[in-house]
């Protein structure tokens, strides 16, 4: 059986945290979306780790740890994480790689930064990693998958692929790429990165069948998903639960439980339409009280009040089992609490969401009023042993989305943590 723990907004919810748990009980710990513009932090035993594109559940030793077909891969941000990871003393033995997930190249990187900022005043705040661009070439059918890359064709195809980007390049007014000196470095990441790359896909169905505990990490999240998210505002995959099954290549069936992950206030790194946004001194506030800042760009984020409306959207898409509401602590710091239990627009208020941009910039959130001052929650296990103030914010999300709140972030580390059987 599959588990799944999925961003239910605009990423940056604490993925990595509730993973990180979860993958402790797990045999096999999963990647299978989008690429290193995931940042997700894990502190243990007051040491930050950020993962960008090798699964959080590498830090349990006895998981392997699979980035699969659905991820795009940047050799060098990959191998630098690798060296990183060895270097704090953690063994990447069990790593695995999928033969068919694709390469991002440095000329998609280029493209990434040239085309935002061809957009001008209507940048999406990309995080230039290249993944647009990279799924493009993936969808058009001329990427390079990690079986070219470690393959003796590689310079060839590599050859092509940059004499076609050079013409597009000079077009923009962009100097030509030196195809030599990058099929040279990374000819060095493909012998580095080739121990690592195996059949994924196998591997997988071979532990389902040995009825293994395997847990798959989403990475960016329902809201920024390429059909389902406020387009274009949007990363380039689906990191909602179709994306699993395809960036994996498991069927519905072995999908146990799907734990959507969300803060107790919300945050959105980038451009795009944001109801609940507080571009004020309450956002100001829960920035810096949560240190939003991103893990993979440090551009500070956009922050603002939870809204119900959105979750009840991640929700139905996802077919999530259960909630982990992280952040509780932070929300707790305010004397006042704001939770957006429908959208006003025109004369209807509805609890429907639409990824319609028109629609979001005209709503209007509707707001319940809670009571904050939690005090510190950091060491507490249970949610009865909560103020009844924070049981009474955590009671309204369960009862609005009717799905229970499995996990409760209390804290940054590991053990703030309240987990309910
Ligand atoms: P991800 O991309 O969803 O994995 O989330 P990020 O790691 O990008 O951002 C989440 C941030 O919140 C990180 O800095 C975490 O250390 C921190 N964090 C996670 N859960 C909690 C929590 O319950 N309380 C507090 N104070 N910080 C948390
Ligand atoms: P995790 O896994 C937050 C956002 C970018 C930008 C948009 C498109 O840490 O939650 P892209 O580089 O993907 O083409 O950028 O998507 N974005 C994220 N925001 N957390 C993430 O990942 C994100 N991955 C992409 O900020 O708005
Ligand atoms: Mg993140």
Redo the contacts with the bound molecule.
Sequence with gaps: MINVVL?TF????G??KVIDYLSQQSTMAIRCT??N????TIKVNGKKFAFHLIPSGILNPNAKAVIANGVVIDPKVLVQEITQLKEAGFSVNNLYISDKAHVIMPYHILL?KILEERRGTEK?????????PAYCDKYERSGIRMEDFIGDHFSKIALRNIENKNVILEAFGHEKLDANAIIQEYSEYANILKPYVTDTFSLIHDALEKDEKILCE????TL?DIDHGTYP?????N?TIGGICAGTGVGAKDIGQVIGVLKAYS??????PYPTEQDNEIGDKLRELGHEY????G?P?RCGWLDLVALKYAVRINGLTGLAINHLDTIGKLDRIKLCVGYQHGQDITTNYSTNLKFLNDCLPVYEEFEGNFGDISGMKQIMELPIQAQRYLKRIEEFVGVPVRFVGTGPERENMIVRG
């Design positions: 961003g605009f990423g940056d919810e993925k990595g989008g690429g513009n995931a940042g997700h990434d999406l705040g990309t995080t230039a990693c290249g993944i647009g989403g990475a960016q999240a920024l505002y949007v990363t380039s995959s990191p945050s959105r790194v980038g451009a795009g991103g893990s993979t760009t551009r984020r």
